[in-house]
């Protein structure tokens, strides 16, 4: 029986002959492909800098470490999301809040944030996450932060290739401090593992390379010790400053390598999720118990995920719906849980309830197939099995 998940890589000869080169010919990390591959990131989304990581979790980590955000930081983003883009705000020893999404584009509210940063009285950061790939309302969550004093860092884990409602590409940093990309292989780009964090602001991008390579300074900013730095008024060779603590989250040139390669496709990579979504929505136009979400916005998105809402019932639940895709070789998923519903935040003292419109959309979510190497028969094979398990 063939197997159909929700999200898959796709690899050619080229990503195989870019990283065989880096193995046979190259440094395996610390190398030119990593410069080369956040060259290429940052000119492909109009920032001036990128920094390279071993994955999108550490790329929100650093960002928030970069902020400055601490123990006296109330930490702001939506409950509908990877628990990572609330974690981060965890590992510096901040407070995480939620705001609740807007009913359709699934993204943050501005309206439902303007009311929690008015409940909260003090909010440091907002990170807005671009869910499924399409951009939350940039120009108003970020006008709602600068009345807040807070930083903006978005997590656009979903969303490289996305755009703005102004034509302008997620991650070029016109609305936030710092954009945070990842490269997990059900991404629009495959690095295996990988993220990366996009910024306009040179002080953030020196601090963000310090912070994932140990809070060391090699040659590339200034020294705080110049005695030891300098012999005869000339830099020493070997010499290097641990400034900070830092962290392992290098990325290694083999991801980077193949990272490149997939760039290079990128653009084939976001037509074929758009051609595979109008299908859906095709199939799915005035279905009685099927509704595309984020369906007026394709144009703006990258299309990480194609999420449909379904009134599931006592009499046929989400769990009978997916086990019954499952048996027929259709893997689903649900993206995703609230966080606040997680175990470690209902001990912080957030419960069901507190976000009625994220709980409703988590109540009915299903993730159908949506990637790149998706066959048309294949898609149509998913149309007419979720059809007949709903009937």
């Not at 990283?19 to 290429?40: I, S």
């Not at 954009?179 to 996009?198: D, N, Y």
């Not at 009499?315 to 993206?335: D, F, P, Y």
Request: proline content about 4%; hydrophobic content about 40%.
């Amino acid at each position: 029986m063939q197997k159909i998940f929700y999200g898959k890589h796709f690899l050619d000869e080229d990503d195989i002959a870019s990283v065989v080169d880096v193995l046979r010919n190259g440094a395996l990390t610390q190398g030119p492909k990593v410069e080369a591959f956040e060259n290429q990131v940052a000119q492909y989304v109009g920032a001036k800098y990128a920094v390279a990581v071993s994955n999108g979790t550490a790329a929100l980590h650093i960002a928030c470490l970069a902020a400055n955000l601490n123990e006296e930081s109330v930490v702001v983003t939506s409950p509908i999301t990877f628990v990572a883009s609330a974690n981060c705000a965890q590992y510096v020893g901040a407070e995480t809040q939620f705001s609740d999404i807007d009913p359709e584009t699934l993204n943050m509210s501005p309206e439902a944030l303007r009311q929690t940063c008015h409940t909260l009285k003090k909010v440091s950061a907002i990170i807005p996450v671009h869910f499924g790939g399409l951009p939350c309302d940039m120009p108003a969550i970020s006008k709602i932060a600068q009345e807040n004093g807070a930083v903006v860092i978005e997590d656009a884990s979903h969303a490289l290739g996305g755009l703005y409602a102004d034509g302008s590409r997620v991650g070029n940093c016109k609305y936030s401090s710092m954009t945070v990309f990842s490269f997990h292989p059900v991404k629009i780009i495959a690095a295996g593992e990988g993220g990366m964090i996009t910024t306009n602001d040179e002080k953030l991008y020196k601090k963000l390379l310090r912070l994932r390579s140990h809070g060391i300074n090699k040659l590339d900013d200034q020294f705080q010790l110049d005695d030891m730095a300098t012999t005869h008024g000339k830099t020493n060779p070997w010499y290097y400053e641990m400034q900070e603590l830092g962290f392992n989250y290098r990325i290694t040139d083999i991801q980077s390598a193949l990272g490149s390669s997939q760039m290079n496709k990128i653009d084939r990579f976001l037509a074929r999720r758009k051609e595979i979504a109008a299908r859906y929505d095709q199939a799915f136009a005035g279905h009685a118990q099927i509704k595309p979400c984020q369906s007026a916005w394709r144009d703006q998105s990258a299309l990480h995920l194609y999420v449909v809402r379904i009134a599931f019932s006592e009499r046929l639940t989400r769990q009978q719906v997916m086990t019954k895709l499952s048996e027929a070789g259709i893997h689903c998923q649900v993206h995703y849980i609230p966080v606040h519903l997680q175990p470690y935040y209902l001990h912080q003292g957030f419960a069901a309830g507190n976000y009625p419109v994220a709980e409703q959309y988590y109540a009915q979510a299903l993730s159908l197939p949506e990637y790149y190497g998706l066959e048309s028969h294949q898609q149509e094979y998913v149309i007419d099995t979720l059809n007949k398990v709903l009937m």
